[in-house]
């Protein structure tokens, strides 16, 4: 996309919100994104260094800080959300993939994105930045779907696809808003058929199906996972077919690398999936739920897009602290 052509694409798309706003506050968002497009660098010098027509640093520069710190486009971002919204969905059953991703080096701050795939990457439907310490929290988590649900249409049913980091509590929640939920089960969860008596000897320890998974997806019957809050589900068991790939010592090049964090990504990458479904998701079969899963990874590459310094955006170098600046940012 030219470089000139963004704000004039997000005021066509966002006319609703935009033309709420402030016309200079709106005229400093627009430049600040079409300093992003030029520059390709999310830190706040660097949008300085592109900003559109400058000539020096120091009037961007102040121009991007008090972006940052507005008070009124923090409260304006929601009407913005519900535009992007408005413009993402389609139909009455759209895919939004959902992930957590840390912001800084140190995990002090990090993120909770919901975001709809189109193409090989994703279109962000909301992101929520909170502390690390909140990562993975219910509480969080629960926030998140408050402020989801306020962007969606009551007629709109979304599926909802995400991780093995998200469990029980949250796909109840989903099911709550009426909503349904695609996951997948890692670790030693336990489950069980539906239909048999809620006994501890019909419990098995989930890992025990990697053995029946093979690279055609596998539908078992009518199951129930978590034994200590058992929860309704459909279950699809899937082994993928091994790639090849493997990382090469940096030293001797013609041998495997034996660092723990390669070896710990390849017994994760050769582990088969255990998908979950709500049981109201009746038309996806088998292989679509595998096919919907297998989606979530576009927002893996969204997050690399956004943080690399090497293959993206650079929000990692940014040294920006406070939460609400990067929540703007």
């Not at 535009?83 to 912001?103: C, F, K, N, T, Y």
Request: some cysteine; aromatic content about 4%.
């Amino acid at each position: 996309m030219p470089t000139m052509r963004a704000s004039e694409v997000l005021q066509k798309c966002l006319s609703n919100s935009l033309s709420g706003m402030h016309a200079l506050r709106q005229r400093a968002l627009l430049r600040a994104v079409e300093a992003l497009v030029h520059g390709g660098r999310l830190t706040l010098i660097d949008l300085a260094r592109a900003w559109p027509g400058a000539t020096r640093v120091r009037a961007p520069l102040k121009a991007c800080d008090r972006l940052l710190c507005n008070r009124t486009l923090q409260v304006e971002r929601s009407a913005i959300e519900q535009d992007m919204a408005h413009w993402l969905l389609r139909g009455d059953q759209p895919v939004i993939v959902i992930d957590w991703s840390d912001l800084k080096p140190d995990k002090s701050w990090c993120l909770l994105r919901a975001a709809v795939p189109v193409g090989g990457r994703t279109l962000t439907l909301l992101d929520m930045v909170v502390a690390g310490k909140q990562q993975g929290s219910p509480g969080a988590e629960k926030r998140f779907l408050q402020q989801l649900r306020a962007l969606i249409p009551d007629d709109v049913r979304p599926i909802l696809v995400t991780d093995a980091g998200f469990r029980t509590p949250w796909f109840r929640a989903v099911s709550a808003m009426g909503w349904d939920w695609v996951g997948r089960l890692r670790g030693r969860t336990q489950v069980k058929p539906q239909d048999v008596p809620d006994d501890a000897a019909q419990w098995i320890d989930s890992r025990r199906l990697h053995a029946l998974a093979s690279n055609r997806a596998r539908e078992l019957p009518p199951m129930q996972a978590n034994r200590s809050d058992p929860l309704d589900c459909r279950l699809v068991l899937y082994a993928k077919t091994p790639q090849g790939r493997q990382q090469r010592n940096r030293r001797s090049p013609a041998k495997v690398s034996r660092a723990s964090s390669s070896l710990k990504a390849a017994a994760r990458e050769r582990e088969p999936w255990l998908i979950v479904a709500s049981p109201q998701l009746h038309a996806p079969s088998a292989k679509q739920l595998v096919n919907l899963y297998a989606r979530r990874m576009q927002i893996e590459l969204a997050f690399r897009d956004l943080k690399s310094h090497r293959y993206g955006q650079a929000m990692e170098d940014s040294l920006t602290r406070r939460g609400e600046r990067l929540q703007i940012l």
